[in-house]
Each structure stands twice: as structure tokens, then as C-alpha cells.
């Protein structure tokens, strides 16, 4: 069934007829839906909209007249309270601003720009009373994002140093662990040691694999003669090998062979001298 207008002055979006219905469509707490309601509208969920029967078009349709003068007038006020120029500027930038002031600026009559995102008052001291509450709640606004901020950086420099304990303790334990283990070598090879302890290095660029590489490697446990003559035993051991371009880049540093090797890095501890056989001193 098509729809009419109830009024030539009043669109079809706010009231039409319907068969033997005159619908109308309004805001809940407008003048307009209570008026509606003491005349024995009926609300209809489907439509949205309340409903009364043609035998009230009279008097629903000097309701929607009545109504509809209203809006103008309102319409009319809000054009002049714009052309007054009592603004009060928002920020798109600043999230939530709108829902902060939307409740004064409604108290206190104001006119929301869309287009520019601000507000018209109807007079200076409105327009201050408004200006002052958004200013208030931009600065406590504020003073939270710096508050979250510090906590956030006291909280990571909370993290990293106890990272930083963390990390201490564990090379701590290493070192502990790592001291332990080399002095039980000393102890279980009954040599007796100096108190001293040097570091060895050996490389070889023969092609071997890892299981190549440890069993040419001076075994933990086993005694050489130094360079000075010393005898050292061997307590820890580490080896690693060098690519061709590794040795390249490292060899500035540590004077690594330039050709791809096997590096072995040797803890020894300095023992006196004993009439068991020593290895002699390799490259």
C-alpha cells in the first residue's frame, strides 16, 4: 500500500498515511512523542514509528504542524547563534573530545559544527564557561598520557634491569660452574698447579669435520709443554671453525688465519713439573 503525505508541510520521513493509519516518526523524548502518546498513539517496533487511526487526522496533524514550527524555529536559532560567532574550537586530533563536552555543551545550549568540529554558544559567557571545561579536561588528559608514560618507562627500565641481574647472575653461575669443573680436573690428574692459568691457541686449516676436529684437539685432562717451556694442563677447551670469509673478517681482530680453519682455544692450568711424559708444543 503506497504512502501519502499527511500535509503538504510535512515530509514523508516524519509522517505519512497508510491505509487507515497515520504513521509518524520522532525522537522518544521529544514534546512531540509525548503528545503522541496522550492522544492514544500505538508504537510499532517494525516500523519505528507510532501510529494513529484516521478518525484523529485533525488533531494529529496540528500536532505535526505545530511540531514541525518548532523545528523551524529551532532551525532559525541555531543559524543565528552561528552567525553570532561564539565559538569553541575541538581538536579532530584528540580522541574522545566530543563525548567530553557533548553534556555542558548541550546544558549550556550550544550548536555543534560538524563540518568544522566546534562549537556555537549563544554568548560569551557560555562560550568561556565551555572553553574553561575543555581546557581542564585537556590538561588532566594530559597529565594521565604522561602519567601512563612514566609508568611505562619505569616499568621497562624495571625490566631491563632485571634482565640486566638476571643475565649477571647467569654468567656468574657460568663462571662458577666453569671454575669448579676446572679445577676438579686438576684435581682428579694429581699434578700440582702454580696458581696460574694461561690461554692457548692453536689453529689448523686441514679440511676435517667436527668429530675430525675434536679428536686432534688437546683433550681436557692431558699436559703440554707451553711455548716457555712451562707444562700446563688442559682444563676447558673451545672449539670452533672459521669459514673462509669468517677468517677474512675476524682476522684483524684476533690475527686469525686468513684461509678457512679449525680454531682451538685452550684453558691451561700451570702445574710443576712432573716426570710423566708431556705433549710437546704443535702448532
Request: cysteine-free.
Amino acid at each position: 500500500m503506497p504512502r501519502t503525505q499527511v500535509h503538504p508541510d510535512v515530509p514523508l520521513e516524519h509522517a505519512w498515511q497508510e491505509g487507515r493509519r497515520i504513521w509518524v516518526r520522532t525522537p522518544k523524548d521529544s514534546q512531540l512523542n509525548r503528545e503522541l502518546i496522550e492522544l492514544g498513539s500505538t508504537w510499532d517496533w517494525a516500523e519505528r514509528a507510532r501510529w494513529v487511526g484516521t478518525v484523529k487526522r485533525a488533531a494529529v496533524t496540528a500536532l505535526l504542524l505545530a511540531d514541525e514550527q518548532r523545528e523551524q524555529e529551532k532551525r532559525d536559532a541555531d543559524r543565528r547563534q552561528i552567525e553570532a560567532g561564539h565559538w569553541v574550537q575541538l581538536s579532530r586530533d584528540v580522541e574522545g573530545v566530543v563525548t567530553a563536552t557533548h553534556q555542558l555543551a548541550t546544558e549550556l545550549g550550544a550548536v555543534w559544527d560538524g563540518e568544522h568540529w566546534r562549537y556555537a554558544l549563544p554568548d560569551d559567557v557560555t562560550r568561556g564557561r565551555l572553553q574553561r571545561a575543555l581546557d581542564a579536561w585537556l590538561a588532566r588528559r594530559q597529565a594521565d598520557r604522561d602519567r601512563s608514560e612514566a609508568e611505562r618507562r619505569d616499568r621497562h627500565r624495571a625490566q631491563q634491569e632485571e634482565q640486566a641481574r638476571q643475565k649477571a647472575d647467569a654468567l656468574q653461575a657460568e663462571a662458577e660452574r666453569t671454575e669448579r669443573r676446572r679445577a676438579q680436573v686438576l684435581a682428579d690428574s694429581g699434578r700440582i698447579g702454580t696458581g696460574e692459568t694461561v690461554t692457548e691457541r692453536r689453529y689448523d686449516e686441514r679440511y676435517m669435520n667436527r668429530a675430525g676436529a675434536e679428536q686432534v684437539a688437546w683433550q681436557v685432562g692431558t699436559v703440554h709443554r707451553l711455548r716457555d717451556g712451562r707444562h700446563g694442563l688442559v682444563v676447558d677447551r673451545h672449539i670452533r671453525f672459521y669459514s673462509e670469509d669468517q677468517a677474512t673478517e675476524y682476522s684483524h681482530e684476533v690475527q686469525l688465519p686468513d684461509n678457512a680453519h679449525w680454531a682451538f682455544t685452550y684453558t691451561l692450568a700451570v702445574v710443576e713439573p712432573a716426570a710423566a711424559h708431556v705433549e710437546p708444543v704443535t702448532r
